[in-house]
């Protein structure tokens, strides 16, 4: 079992649990919304042998998509002794498929620390609603990371719009094309540049990489919309778990695994900020508390509307997309 689709209305979308239960694909009126990679370049691990690092793997094998990050996000650590991957083991296991209708699937993975992950993804009409549970098997309380890992098309001029936060830019993160000066700090949407003030509410034209965390969040949702062909996507997530948003934009990167040849645009609810790690994490006070012989629920949901040059100012759970009103 590859890859299965699920539908209502106009929209489907298409889930790979052999591939860590990732969306493949989110469509909507035949308009394809989740970037896909295409090039055949560089080989995929799987397909082959490894990298020798186990981040150098997963970035070889990734296609896009919409991937869930569990039990770690970011860097891969040690903990209690066992080696977690990078983005965790989860988004590259074979999952198990407990139940499936034409519009709604759900699959469930075990981890390498002792919980077990189940999620139901559910499609209505331009809405997707991914529902997920953390089930600790075993009699000691286990903090986890959890996030998810969208990623969209960056088409130049794209808008990103998300409620007033702190904006803080990593400390390590200097790409050859980067434009944001690491470790910088600012209030949405702007931030220092290496050199020039940064507007991260725009995806510009020519190449550019950004990497930044988005705390603090006075509302949790974010949204992207593309006014010139009229479509865009808003995310509603749950602020208990999801506390942090990761902002990644890959456009013409030249480094590895991009070779220059992909657009992309990551807006991801995470549960922790920086990216280095659940040790880390931990060591900090940070995480997400499954209980010992209990379970920890969350969700996020994804909408799809007619975008236009109103700003997004709010995405709600049942996937209602509220925008500005129109100029006088």
């Known amino acids: 079992m590859t890859e299965l689709t699920l539908a209502a209305g106009a929209t489907t979308v298409t889930v790979a649990p052999g591939r860590g239960g ?181 995806v510009p034209g020519g190449d550019v990489e950004r990497y930044v965390g988005l705390s603090e969040l006075v509302a949790p949702w974010a949204a992207w919309r593309d006014p010139a062909v009229g479509v865009g996507v808003g995310l509603a997530f749950d602020p208990d778990v999801f506390a942090h948003l990761w902002l990644w934009l890959e456009c013409g990167g030249r480094d590895f695994p991009w070779l220059g040849n992909v657009r992309y645009l990551g807006l991801e609810p995470q549960s922790w900020w920086p990216g280095t790690g659940l040790a880390a994490a931990r060591a900090a006070g940070g995480g997400v508390v499954v209980p010992a012989g209990g379970s920890r629920s969350t969700w996020v949901t994804a909408s799809v509307f007619g975008a236009d040059d109103r700003p997004v100012t709010g995405v709600d759970r049942d996937g209602t997309v509220h925008h500005s009103k129109p100029s006088a």
């Open 22 to 202: 990732k969306l493949v694909q989110l469509e909507h009126g035949g308009r394809a919304l989740l970037a896909q990679r295409t090039s055949p370049v560089p080989l995929r691990a799987s397909a082959s042998t490894t990298y020798g690092e186990e981040k150098l793997d997963w970035l070889s094998d990734y296609d896009g998509g919409w991937d869930v990050l569990f039990p770690n996000a970011g860097d891969a650590c040690l903990v209690d002794g066992i080696p977690l991957p990078f983005h965790g083991e989860a988004s590259r296991a074979d999952w198990t498929v407990e139940e499936l209708a034409d519009d709604h699937v759900t699959m469930s993975t075990p981890c390498r620390l002792p919980v077990l992950l189940r999620r139901t993804v559910r499609v209505a009409e331009a809405r997707v609603f991914i529902e997920e549970e953390a089930v600790n098997l075993s009699d000691i309380d286990v903090t986890v990371l959890w996030g998810h890992h969208p990623v969209f098309a960056a088409t130049t001029g794209l808008r990103i719009d998300v409620p007033d936060c702190v904006v803080n830019a990593d400390v390590g993160y200097a790409p050859d094309v980067g434009d944001v000066a690491p470790a910088a700090v600012g209030r949405w949407p702007h931030i220092d540049g290496r050199n020039s003030p940064v507007d991260l509410s725009v």
